[in-house]
């Protein structure tokens, strides 16, 4: 074996070494945004605060990890009521999950507030508060497009072809082309999750905003995702505005969050989408917003959305809560296998 011979194959052995202790340290861990101007990093093997990531002056709404875990993207809402007058613009932070640093922010107009990034690491979608969506470049952190369409809630097929776009109708943008289909059948839809299949996708709607005093009430619509066919119409309950909606690998079991308008109480519905039924409704804290399983499925975490109330941990085996976290005023959740965080920081 030559000098030049064997250097290369050292290097190539510590570069294995270093991928594998990498891998060693990575972990299960959520993120949350939360009107304090922050994004809190929740270690999930033992459900504490690992670290805290300061957002300024902006209001951190919609949150997407990338397939390896190493980046966070955070949509910032410039106000919470007038952006043109309020001093700090829109944007979108990334975040390195493992430094818990902002490396980079992308101006956007408007008020971001859900945001998809696609499986091949190279696109974001934000929608901005039922206005538009702008399309991101990664690499470049920098806004290539904006599509106008009404927008609200995203989901990207497992192609990255199509994007599902809830917020007024149910409507599929073309990634290619741009071209839009829409289905006229929702009048508002509140939430979306695509299943790991790609062949479903789930809609939860109240036939009109569920907001509004003369909403329908609240069900979820199982479809194909390729024709838009209704499959199912599961009724879940009056009175409730959705939050979050997720699905597991298996496309079986379906989770929706929602917090009644009059009653002041939120639940978590446990759906069987191969019988079309809700299994177990779940009391949980006040303001249900978001909700994502852990990667191995076992527990649902469910953020609340109303100052002093908690996270809430569930066990999707007995449908039953099991954890509260210190985690308050929480928004947005996501959740996913990433490097161990360098260091916990906090205020």
Known sequence: MTPRTLLTALAAAAGALLALASNARAGSYAYATDYSHAVTVVDLATNEVRGLIEIGQYLPRGIALDRRGRRAFVANECGIDDCESYTVPSSVSVIDTTSLSIVATVPVTGRPDYIAANRAGTRLYVSNFYANIAVIDIAGASVIDNLPILAGPLALSRNDARLYVGGGNLRVVDLATNAVREEPRFRHVDALALGRSGKRIFVASCGRPCSEEASGPMSVD???????????????????????????????????SGFGQNSGRSMVWA???????VTAAIPVQNWAMDLALHPHERRLYVTAFFQGDTMTVIDTRTNTVIDEPGLIFSFRLAIGRAPAPAAATGR
């Open 222 to 256: 199982v479809m194909d995702a390729e024709t838009l066919e209704v499959l199912a119409t599961i009724p879940i309950a009056d009175d409730f505005v959705p939050g979050g909606l997720t699905v597991d690998r298996s496309g079986r079991h379906l989770y929706l």
């Open 271 to 277: 759906i069987d989408t191969k019988r079309a039924a």
